[in-house]
């Protein structure tokens, strides 16, 4: 299994601006996942990120915009930058277990964004 | 391309009594995995429960079992004794291997509503 610490849970940020969200995990994973969820929806893929190379975005989601970094493996930002009323969901990052296909998905509590 | 079906936006269940909730999906693939995952208003998303498509038998946890139909490609979940803690979102999530790594589509969801 695998623990995830996702922060902030929560923030209000103003129009413009940029949020960074953290994540750290309990162990060592070669993927993480990051995914938004706009409110009443099911998640939608941002981004994959592998340690030590760039992350490879999903149709719908630049690298200007949700900029991440993946300096090690236990860790990986996201930033929602230049942010706009749009950009209010929640952002979860996940990572996998070991087990290959058959393995569960762990997620971070996520966080919730409200941009005014 | 996979797609993950989820035909009910909202369920409600006495507490104590059964539910069964829907899933269909999408593929050519014969080898794949299908995931339950729960996730209540805390918003931590958690496994309920997996299936792997080559076993003919439907996987059970506890009160939580499917009914795993591979030809009609149905994938359905099935709550006994409902208690007011499974009140949540519940997503159908189905695995594929994409790009050397793996990634879940998800379903859009179905709220389940426990009335005590």
């Known amino acids: 299994s695998a623990v995830i610490s996702q922060k902030p849970s929560r923030d209000i940020c103003q129009r413009g601006t940029s949020l960074t969200i953290q994540c750290q995990v309990d162990s060592q994973v070669t993927m993480m996942f990051w995914y938004r969820q706009q409110p009443g929806q099911s998640l939608t893929l941002i981004a994959t990120?592998?340690?030590?190379?760039?992350?490879?975005?999903e149709s719908g989601f630049v690298i200007d915009k949700f900029p991440i970094s993946r300096p090690n493996l236990t860790f990986s930002t996201l930033t929602v930058s230049n942010m706009s009323p749009e950009d209010s969901s929640i952002y979860l990052c996940s990572v996998e277990g070991t087990g290959g296909a058959s393995t569960e998905a762990f997620f971070g509590q996520g966080t919730r964004l409200t941009v005014v | 391309a996979q797609t993950v079906t989820q035909s009910q936006p909202e369920m409600s269940v006495q507490e104590a009594e059964t539910v069964t909730l829907s899933c269909t999906y999408d593929t050519s693939e014969s080898d794949y995995y299908l995931f339950w995952y729960k996730q209540p208003p805390s918003r931590q998303m958690i496994l309920v429960i997996r299936q792997e498509a080559y076993k003919q038998q439907n996987a059970t946890e506890n009160r939580f079992s499917v009914n795993f139909q591979k030809a009609a490609k149905s994938f359905s979940l099935k709550i006994s004794d409902s208690q007011l803690g499974d009140a949540a979102m519940y997503f159908c999530a189905y695995r594929r291997y994409m790009d050397s790594n793996y990634q879940l589509i998800w379903g859009a969801g179905t709220k389940l509503i426990i009335k005590p």
């Open positions: 990120a592998n340690q030590g190379s760039e992350a490879t975005y």
